[in-house]
């Protein structure tokens, strides 16, 4: 089954490549990984899709808090987060394609269907973005594939993924209030248990 780890690690170099060996020490797959900047300063957000058994998901969440650039890590579902995927489209439609330029108008109204965006139009092709879930990303391309179209390119993000529910006391606390009432108060930094912080060495 596919597991959904959204981890924050220290921004340094090398982060990516510990994560990376981390999982091949596992013999675990990694089926997409995101990275970018978070709401914390010098800290990276990871999101981190990957398929092992159910029972391997406390293994593998455990092995990432054993690193040391590790702050915090959750596992996420789909019925508790938001989960998107970014996409971009590269589709053939010039007028030596079996449709012609007939072709722009179909993919325009497939693109409506799917509420995708035409985010390029050259001469002899139509380049499409769409963010949704992984399953209507898969669907648009199905769709276009069955109607002969030819696709060119295709480049997506991999999952992303934020729980749902309330504000935080760090979100709370970076608005300037609290409680629905104005916080003049200096924010201290957040410290985050960490459940293993009696591991101190990688996992062999």
């Not at 010039?94 to 390029?120: C, K, M, T, W, Y």
């Not at 696709?151 to 729980?163: C, F, Q, W």
Request: proline share 5%; with cysteine; net charge negative.
């Amino acid at each position: 089954m596919l597991h959904t780890f959204v981890a924050l690690v220290q921004d340094k170099p090398g982060v990516l490549t510990r994560v990376a060996s981390l999982f091949r020490r596992l013999n675990i797959n990694i089926v997409s990984l995101t990275v970018g900047e978070s709401e914390r300063p010098d800290t990276s957000r990871m999101t981190i899709v990957c398929e092992a058994p159910e029972t391997a998901a406390h293994r593998i969440r455990a092995s990432l808090y054993k690193l040391e650039i590790t702050v915090d890590v959750d596992e996420v579902g789909r019925s508790e987060a938001v989960i998107r995927e970014l996409c971009l489209i590269k589709i053939a439609a010039g007028p030596n394609e079996p449709n012609g330029l007939h072709s722009r108008s179909q993919i325009f109204e497939l693109s409506n269907v799917f509420r995708a965006r035409v985010v390029d139009l050259a001469p002899e092709s139509i380049m499409l973005e769409m963010t949704g879930s992984s399953s209507k990303i898969e669907g648009l391309l199905q769709v276009l594939r069955e109607s002969n179209y030819t696709i060119l390119e295709v480049s997506r993000t991999g999952r992303m993924a934020m729980r749902r529910g309330h504000h935080t006391s760090r979100v709370l606390e970076a608005l300037g209030t609290a409680n629905g009432k104005p916080n003049n108060k200096p924010s201290t930094p957040e410290i985050i248990p960490n459940e293993f912080e009696d591991i101190h060495q990688e996992e062999e």
